[in-house]
């Protein structure tokens, strides 16, 4: 033994991984698992699985009625728009289920105004009471409820031409109400609450409750027949 310590050899600087290699062994879990998210964010596109557009349950007939600004509106008039329609069924002196068919289709106004798709979809409200929903009256109904009236119409007509559109045409029943109204005042006609999809082509595509689920449903299926119409299949 001389006494003499031998002094540590560093490991020269060539013989360490680089610092990048050394990141990676350090962090390699969470870089994995960022990628696989962002793998999954980008092929969820790709493997979703489109649901087919709704089925074709009927046409609109041909009708001629009038708007609530009096000018006469037909099934040429509508086709003409070239636009997705949502019709539903109504008349101003209903107390019953008329006010949440409006107030449905004023929240469909809405989701369609926030998804910038007000100039692809048009609503109609038919009334069920032509005899006294006069256009005069339909329009003073449509201020009070706050409709859009640029792209939502209110139609009335002959009762004939009325039973024609909702019965042979919607195949939707319509008629004196069965049952006793809450007041002695209250005036009732039965008719459907749902709402029916109309394609450009003039094509009942589905009928849809006014709950929050239906309007959710026929929102989705609105935009499933404009991707359809715009060549998407």
């Not at 879990?29 to 074709?56: A, D, H, K, Q, S």
């Not at 009236?149 to 209110?154: A, I, K, S």
């Not at 209250?186 to 999809?197: E, N, R």
Request: net charge negative.
């Amino acid at each position: 033994m001389t006494g003499i310590e031998t002094p540590l050899v560093e490991s020269e600087p060539w013989t360490q991984p680089a610092p990048w290699i050394q990141f990676l062994r350090k962090y390699v879990w969470v870089i994995g698992g960022v990628l696989l998210l962002l793998m999954i964010t980008v092929m969820r596109p790709l493997l979703m699985r489109r649901p087919p557009p709704p089925e074709i349950t009927g046409e609109v007939p041909a009708f001629a009625m009038v708007d609530q600004t009096g000018e006469s509106f037909s099934r040429a008039d509508m086709l003409e728009q070239d636009k997705v329609w949502v019709v539903g069924f109504v008349f101003t002196r209903c107390q019953t289920t008329c006010p949440a068919v409006s107030r449905a289709m004023l929240e469909f106004q809405d989701q369609i105004d926030r998804s910038q798709l007000a100039d692809r979809v048009e609503l109609l409200a038919v009334s069920v009471d032509p005899e006294h929903d006069t256009p005069e009256v339909l329009a003073e109904y449509a201020e009070r409820i706050g409709a859009d009236l640029d792209h939502w119409r209110f139609l009335t007509g002959s009762e004939a031409e009325i039973q024609h559109f909702v019965v042979d045409g919607f195949k939707l029943a319509m008629g004196p109400s069965e049952g006793p109204t809450k007041e002695p005042s209250t005036f009732d006609i039965a008719h459907s609450t749902k709402l029916a999809l109309v394609d450009r082509w003039g094509n009942i595509r589905g009928y849809y409750s006014i709950d929050p689920d239906g309007l959710v449903e026929l929102y989705h299926r609105t935009l499933r027949v404009i991707r359809l119409e715009e060549g998407e299949g």
